[in-house]
């Protein structure tokens, strides 16, 4: 006896700590992300309380949700599926937390040069990427735009669909596109600032909306979250990536 008592004092001391569990968990739209990075340390030195994020597609995390993960706050890029949610009673009701837009995006500086229509059509881009148009609301308002100037059809040999606009923006900046639809919040990172973009006035603005889960067992930390996203904190910090 006195032998298992002792290893096991052993194994106690010797297994790691296990990190601190979160008080909050967020799927937040991947376009949010840059942002989010200085929001979540900001939101913690005030709070006291651990944060931890989900990036990835807006529809992806739509269906992780409906399917019952564990999520406290939904920070979509769109509006239908938070409000889908609460139509569903399965979250409060949504509110506007961000509206952001997107633009070209390329490491070709010559591309900038020219609009948008003419640089996709350039032939020194082979491949354009783009956000799943389904899942993702950048890729559809891209879709829009394309559409509006009659060139989805023509564009669609050169596409490099990504399933999230980070994934997009990666696709660029590794040179595996020659050019991407990204979220113009993505121009102010230091990776966005090594190559240039062109707007596409022709897509409309990006409304995001949030909603707390009713399936949340932290409701209070989200009400807390939710309150930060109008501090002037946050103001600031949606400004600095091109946010309304």
């Known amino acids: 006896m006195k032998l298992l008592l002792t290893l096991m004092m052993v194994l106690c001391v010797s297994l790691p700590a296990h990190a601190q569990a979160a008080d909050l968990v967020i799927a937040q739209a991947a376009n949010f992300m840059p942002a989010m990075k200085e929001i979540i340390p900001a939101f913690e030195k005030e709070t006291g309380l651990k944060v931890q994020a989900t990036y990835t597609s807006t529809g992806k995390l739509y269906g992780q949700i409906i399917n019952g993960a564990p999520f406290d706050l939904f920070l979509a890029a769109d509006t239908r599926r938070p409000e889908k949610l609460f139509t569903d009673d399965l979250a409060m009701e949504p509110f506007i937390y961000a509206k952001g837009r997107i633009v070209l995006w390329t490491l070709n500086k010559k591309l900038c040069a020219t609009p948008w229509k003419e640089a996709i059509q ?75 973009f062109v707007q596409v006035k022709e897509a409309p603005k990006v409304i995001q909306k949030a909603c707390i889960l009713k399936s949340s067992e932290n409701k209070q930390a989200a009400q807390k979250f939710v309150t930060f996203l109008s501090s002037p904190t946050v103001t600031a910090i949606k400004n600095k990536y091109g946010y309304e």
Not at 129 to 157: C, D, F, R, S
Not at 174 to 193: Q, W
Request: glycine share 8%; net charge negative; aromatic share 10%.
């Open 122 to 196: 350039s032939p020194a881009v082979t491949h354009v990427a783009i956000a799943n148009t389904e899942t993702a609301p950048y890729g559809t308002v891209a879709k829009i735009a394309l559409e509006n100037e009659q060139l989805w059809t023509t564009i669609q040999p050169k596409l490099a669909i990504g399933q999230s606009i980070s994934q997009v923006f990666q696709y660029v900046a590794t040179g595996s596109a020659d050019a991407g639809f990204c979220a113009y919040s993505y121009m102010f990172t230091p990776e966005g600032k090594n190559g240039c």
